[in-house]
């Protein structure tokens, strides 16, 4: 077993506040680097404020920390390659540099057997023009790189949407997909200690407005026996590929009752925040565990459970002063400033029925 | 409701670190005033590090703070009214007062009407043997203030007893006290918001070693529905009494089934730790919302659950990792420097079993 103390994250968002939270009753302290001084991180351990390319910031982030881990996948790799030159960092690079492009990630899946969506990467015009009529409309183009909650993604469904999209989009790296019609979106959440271990939580089904996760619940509908199975076996296959340690989120479209994988992450994730109250291990104390070499803890749920997310201004006083009176509803507050299309909070259900689902959906932004 | 930011914390020892753990999701700052620089609840807030009789170090700690809590009992009942000559302090010093002299806290109880063991106070070595002779031993002698874990005190089981529990706490303010040969201790733990509502956490059942606690357990052995609304009578006449806003606890002897009260403290309480796991809402929690005004928690065990202290020095880190690899059980680790007495961490255990239950206790110090 490892005897980190300090761990260093790169980023300082709400993920690192929370694996914090996490992580600091196991005995640890925290550091973060994030380029904002308002990083939500900053309550909770030594805040660094400095930019990801900057050799400076990382030379100081690193001096004193033990272990150093990720909240997003956005951070370079050759800032990970350099910490890695002096310190443990979990995940590895392999993990980031597998997921941070989606030319590559497609390819991956695909190399392993994983069932995903039909796509091409386009370097310029003709390429994509080829590209739509090979796949057919409708298609989704993405940038190949720093996508994320519905950004950088441009709709294909006539050939009037072919200019708008590529004026949008165009110039950089690009992706395009099959536009799946499909009947849910799920996720599952699986983490893998330092010797090996494996660990998955259930399918979580997510609802996205805009681009952006609504809301998880557990269990999925439709999701029995076989569909976690083939959840765990992708999720299983990735981390082994990449050596990958700490948790790790694949999401999927369902199509017939099949899964199709839509794309990963090498972190924690947003439709695993259910876990803090509704699992007997949440996936930010499981990611420290991974990470630090100690056991990992059961991904069980204690009950059916669901997160909803608030984002771009923050409840009312009344409403949530509703919604911390029913049974089994926590608030979680990442202390951002609102702002349209952001996550600044989420409320997780546990326990509770569809009618507090629905009064916690309509007193919860989502702007 | 109130809009409180920040949380100021009398105290920054293990119960202010989890305060903030779990305020800090509900969107929280937290400010600590403590004696000691290493106080392990400096890593989740500002640490003002000063005396609580020291009017400069109060000045700067209610600087910027919107209400003011407490996480022990010995805090200075003027440096309390002080601050709240300012701003608002929950629990109200009338709380303090009310549970720092044992002598008041027996005269409380009896004038409620919660059953306490007899007891006289002591002022001189003719009152003691007085009060001896009246008790009748075996007694037990208590300072009257600034008691906790077993400190200032001793039992006198024989006349040649007499002399040297006097020569050790004589010259101080007394407590001569019966001495009960219970059964078993259970405490319960209540909660009272803002607006007055109250809830409870059912009874644990604790074991101590040493004046120590070394365990709790949930369902406490014997503890039926007639004792827990017992308890919680008590509980809420002694909250109402003293108007408190927050966590509140009693500590009762059983005595051929019946509650014989020991002591209360006005703060969240070691025998509620397994709350942070076992508990819909945690003691932590519900402080929190207690004080900022907001609704309370449901206080519902989700499970049976136990905790047990590591107390004086930590396990080894095979102990920890044998022990996190048990489902359903977390490490806390206070991140204080061990020495023999301290407490400096804990485990929880949801919904293990007997055998798991006596392999913490042989893994867990208690020194």
Redesign the interface.
Known sequence: ?M?SRTIGVLGGGQLG?MIA?AG????F?FRFLDPSPEAPAG???DLIVGSFDDIGALEKFASGVDVVTYEFENVPVMAVECLASRLAVRPEATSLAGTQDRFVEKSTFDALGVPTTRYAAVHSRPEFDAAIERIGMPCVVKTRRNGYDGKGQGVIRSMADVDRVWNELGGRELLVEEFIRFDREVSIIGVRGADGACAFYPLAENVHERGILRCSRIPAAGADAPMQQHAERHARALMEKFGHIGVFTIEFFVKDARLVANEMAPRVHNSGHWT?EGA??SQF?NHV?AIAG??L??C?A??ASAMVNIVGEWPG??A??EM??M?????????KSPRAGRKI?HVTL??CGEREMVRVLELCPHV
Do not use: K, Q
Request: net charge negative.
């Open positions: 077993m005897h506040r939270l600091i009753p196991l005995g302290r309550d909770v351990g803090i007997v291990t104390e565990r100690l056991p803890g059961s069980e204690i009950s006083d009344a949530i002063a911390l009176a049974p089994g509803v926590h608030v979680h507050n990442y202390a909070g546990v326990g």
